[in-house]
């Protein structure tokens, strides 16, 4: 059996393959059209996938889509009705988009399958998505799941349980009680672009005092012994779909906003501190509501806001949980895969057999098309016989590297095939980086890849982190071993590596290791701010000529630039 995941409906678009229960591969559409967060419809990415697993579009059996268009439409038109003056941009946003959504899914549709025989169309609502197909594609058969984001058809939370072959909800919390946008809300007033530079939001609030602004904070969102979100919503116009999502009453209470590409305030890290402060404490009321209400010994957190790594982190050392698992794709961009395997096992019952362990699910390029592409640019390359050993060497001299190597990683993080690698030892290369290469926030922190065998060492976690979604602390005595990957609060977002998974990348910290007795790297996705993760060899060219990279490691070659005299 062969089916077609698709997120169009929301941003981070994206396409999956399963052929017979297997994750074939998962593609997000950013990395083609190189608009990054791209809402457009996966064209680029179904075909690539079709073209790696082999097949023609005719073979597909089901069609399976991470929304259901005309769920809660009484309730959006009601919406819109009892607030008429500020209806239009909701309108705009929750109605007519998605009837232009839908015109442009059923084209694809018609250019795609023609007169044939159209494969059956699935149309799962979106947290399900969320919730069932991480719950499925995980390594449990029992567990306690928790999904939250902005906002889906209309629910904005969802809590529920997951046994064996079957889901059921609890309760969900409902637009515009959301968390997430409590959360984008906040991006938008530290000068950052909501629903998209969350993860700056989260870096920047070790830097702040979360006791100013505390119990301010907490009476902007609540969470009853049940699990359900409360928003107040005079501080806040995020619920109208206007163009700031803050009200007068939340400036009065927490001051200024800081202007996009504006200096940083104290007040700003403060405010950023208090609120990741109330998630994490929203998130674990949520949780034990859910642990006493289950008595599951694990924990699923799907959505969005799942890529707040350190309220996965929090959650993973007090929630009660023996582990917690994350989708690598935890936003929009996995609900292709979680649409379709919440179709496979929900809807058709189909027995369990796939575990979504290993990220590396994207196409990848052979030696033969790099050296093509390296030829046709006339550049100088040299092909190495051990390119883990010869990037090792070039790490342990301080310089900084792009990574290119192998099956591409499906997810924000990049996870050692598409990376920026350098060595952490350095104390000023987190601001090397951040100023030369990525050209970004001096503050932006970077993270560590450890090979599993030796994260314990270095790293207060006793579980695995295969997708550098679960913040832990890095060990007192290690702290000035591995400066340039500890935050300013001690912490960092750990990715363990398993030679299992990703060969390579495995060897390449092993070698790091050898010379310098550390065997953990510095990764940092292999991009400049504003782009998508490179996806070809001309990506990985462009992105290593405009940035100060000083080498680039692409498949069996290597190239090397020359310092100025």
């Known amino acids: 059996m062969i089916v077609l995941g698709l997120n169009y409906y929301f941003h981070d678009s994206s396409a999956a393959l399963v052929i017979d229960g297997e994750l074939v591969v998962a593609l997000e559409e950013e990395r083609f059209t190189r608009n990054k967060h791209t809402r457009e419809f996966p064209e680029n990415a179904v075909r690539e996938c079709l073209r790696i697993a082999g097949i023609s579009a005719d073979q597909i059996d089901h069609v399976a889509v991470s929304i259901q268009p005309t769920h809660s439409w ?3 038109v009601l919406y819109a009705l009892k607030k008429p003056h500020k209806a239009a941009p909701f309108i705009k946003h929750e109605l007519i988009n998605g009837f232009f959504k839908q015109r442009r899914f059923k084209k694809w549709c018609t250019d795609t399958f023609g007169a044939g025989k159209a494969p059956n169309i699935a149309f799962i609502e979106h947290h399900m998505s969320h919730a069932a197909g991480t719950f499925f594609v995980s390594p449990y058969k029992d567990a306690a799941i928790m999904a939250i984001d902005g906002s889906g058809e209309w629910a904005c939370a969802w809590l529920g349980h997951g046994k064996d072959n079957k889901v059921s909800c609890f309760n969900e919390s409902v637009f515009p009680n959301s968390l997430g946008s409590v959360y984008e809300s906040v991006t938008e007033f530290c000068g950052f672009k909501p629903n998209y530079d ?7 609030a070790p830097l702040g005092d979360a006791s100013r602004f505390i119990d301010d904070a907490r009476k902007t969102v609540s969470v009853s012994d049940e699990g359900q979100i409360t928003v107040d919503l005079s501080y806040f116009n995020y619920q109208f779909w206007g163009y700031q999502r803050c009200a007068p009453k939340f400036y009065e209470v927490f001051g200024t906003p800081r202007a996009m590409d504006g200096e940083f305030e104290e007040h700003h890290h403060d405010v950023a501190a208090a609120f990741q402060q109330v998630l994490e404490e929203c998130a674990l009321k949520m949780a034990a509501f859910l642990k006493q209400k289950t008595q599951a010994p694990h924990l699923i957190i799907a959505g969005g806001v799942a890529l ?10 007090e929630a009660g949980f023996e582990d917690v698992y ?3 794709a935890a936003g929009d961009n996995g609900t292709s895969i979680g649409a379709a395997y ?3 096992h929900q809807e058709l019952n189909l027995p369990r057999s796939f575990v979504h362990d290993n990220p590396y699910v994207g196409n990848e390029y052979s030696d033969d098309e790099i050296e093509q592409t390296l030829k046709k ?3 100088n390359y040299k092909s190495s016989s051990d390119i883990a050993a010869d990037t090792a060497d070039l790490l ?3 310089k900084i590297g792009g990574w290119f190597q192998g099956r591409m990683e499906i997810g924000p993080r990049a996870l050692g095939s598409r990376s920026i690698v350098a060595n952490p030892a350095f104390p000023d290369m987190k601001d090397k980086i951040n100023a030369e290469v990525k050209f970004r926030e001096a503050y932006r922190p970077f993270a560590p890849s450890a090979t599993i065998e030796a994260a314990k060492e270095f790293f207060d976690i006793d579980v695995e982190a295969p997708f550098m979604l679960k913040v832990c602390q890095v060990k007192e005595d290690k702290q000035s071993v591995i400066p340039a990957i500890t935050h300013v609060d001690g912490s960092a977002r750990l990715q363990t590596v398993r030679s299992e998974s990703h060969p390579l990348y495995h060897a390449l910290i092993s070698q790091l290791g050898n010379r310098t007795d550390v065997p953990v790297v510095l990764n940092t996705s292999f991009n400049i701010q504003g782009e998508p993760v490179c996806e070809s060899p001309r990506d990985a060219i462009r992105c290593f000529y405009s940035t100060g990279l ?3 490691a692409i498949g069996s070659f290597l190239i090397e630039k020359q310092a100025a005299q």
């Open 74 to 76: 009484d309730k959006k």
């Open 198 to 204: 969350e993860g700056k939001t989260m870096g920047l």
């Open 308 to 317: 707040n790594s350190v309220m996965n982190g929090r959650l993973l050392r």
């Open 326 to 328: 994350i989708m690598p």
């Open 342 to 344: 919440t179709l496979l």
């Open 377 to 379: 640019f006339k550049l």
């Open 396 to 398: 342990e001299a301080g």
């Open 550 to 552: 000083d080498f680039l």
